[in-house]
């Protein structure tokens, strides 16, 4: 399956963006989801995954409460609605798609990765 990220762009902290993760190639139902997210010097982390069935979500400690993934299996496509932005969420985020049906937090459990969008968020 192809991935392609979309939607980053630069905000002012406290706003909000809409990413979107389009795949190509195979029906998106078939596998589970995730955004990570990788800022400069740092490793890549986990930040929010779903389930193939979109019933099960897991969010990293510091972006809950504020992101939210979602999914429509019928435009193949996964969104993290990101609000009240900080400085810290700077970073070029990732979608990626795993095999399994529930959620998994490790890069080591995805199969595949789109190229990365960068948020940009000024204080």
């Known amino acids: 399956v192809q991935l392609q990220a979309s939607g980053g762009g630069l905000v002012q902290a406290g706003g909000s963006l809409r990413l979107s993760c389009a795949a190509s190639g195979r029906t998106l139902s078939n596998y589970g989801m995730g955004w990570f997210r990788q800022a400069p010097g740092k490793e890549r982390e986990f930040v929010a995954g779903?389930?193939?069935?979109?019933?099960?979500?897991d969010y990293a400690d510091s972006v809950k409460g504020r992101f939210a993934i979602s999914r429509d299996n019928a435009k193949n496509t996964v969104y993290l609605q990101m609000n009240s932005l900080k400085p810290e969420d700077m970073a070029v985020y990732y979608c990626?798609?795993?095999?399994?049906?529930?959620?998994?937090?490790?890069?080591?459990?995805?199969?595949?990765w789109g190229q990365g969008t960068l948020v940009t968020v000024s204080s």
């Open positions: 990626a798609a795993h095999n399994y049906m529930q959620v998994r937090v490790t890069p080591g459990s995805y199969n595949y």
């Open positions: 779903i389930s193939w069935s979109g019933g099960s979500t």
